[in-house]
Structure formats: C-alpha cells, structure tokens
C-alpha cells in the first residue's frame, strides 16, 4: 500500500513538474504578448512627416524614422509598409524597451513617380494602444513644370 502512494505522488509531482514547465514555456515564446494592460505601449515617430524632393541623379530616397515608446510597457513593431509598389520600409529594432527609441528606414523607388506631388504613406503596425501608426512621404517631383507657357 505504501508503495502505491509513493509511486501515486510521484507520478502527481511529474505531472505537475510538467505542466509549469510548459506554461514558462509558452510564457518564454511569447514574452511581448504579456504586457503590463494598466501601461500600454505608445508610439510616437518623428518626423510625423517628410517633404522630399525627387532626385535629379539616383533613383532612390531613403530616410530614417526615429520610433519611441511613449508607453510603459515594451514597444513591438509588428510591420511596416508602404502604400505603393515603390515604397519599402526596414524595422532596424524590436522590441523597443519603455521609453527608449528605435529606428525604422524607409526606402523609396523613384522611377514611377510622375506627379508633381507623390503623398506615400508607410503604415506601421504594432502592439502599441495607437496601432496602427501612419507617416506620410511626400515625394516633389521638380522637373513637372505645372506653369504655362506664353508664346
């Protein structure tokens, strides 16, 4: 009988040793699913817009995006798009700790900007309260001439 119980105890501390070790598991995988809900992530980019000119020589702007976590909890940049076929974006860090920074690039291929002004927006999706984030790129094509000509 006593044999019983000690192998029943030992099969119930195994068990139990089992299953905390899958929940610290699936908590390890998934540490930014976690977040503090009282202190959400915020972000915040600057600039919150560009005016660029299209370049005379070259064929490509890129520019860099500065992200804070405004929030208090950690900041997890999910994806970071363009609005158009010529527009990509590379997220350089994340997750971004509690009021620290990080930097996005965006990149943009000139070539099929014909319009004297060419607005690209790059979404930026997030674990942040205000998610989804947007920041416009406005390309000025100088070489349009939108004025008249007098003969």
């Not at 908590?27 to 992530?41: A, G, T, V």
């Not at 972000?43 to 020589?57: A, C, L, N, Q, R």
Request: aromatic share 8%.
């Amino acid at each position: 009988m006593k044999n019983i119980i000690t192998l029943t105890l030992v099969i119930f501390s195994l068990v139990l040793l089992f299953i905390s070790k899958s929940s610290t598991q699936i908590i390890d995988d998934e540490p930014l699913k976690w977040f503090d809900s009282l202190h959400p992530p915020i972000i915040e980019t600057d600039p919150t817009s560009f005016e660029v000119s299209k370049p005379k020589k070259g064929k490509f702007i890129i520019r860099e995006l500065y992200v804070y976590n405004k929030g208090g909890s950690p900041l997890e940049i999910i994806s970071a798009k363009g609005s158009c076929y010529c527009a990509t974006a590379t997220v350089l860090q994340s997750p971004i700790d509690t009021a620290a920074s990080g930097k996005i690039m965006l990149y943009i291929n000139t070539d099929g900007l014909y319009e004297t002004y060419n607005v690209i927006e790059f979404k930026i999706e997030s674990n942040a309260q205000n998610s989804p984030t947007s920041v416009k790129l406005t390309v000025l094509n100088p070489s349009k001439d939108t004025t008249a000509k007098v003969k």
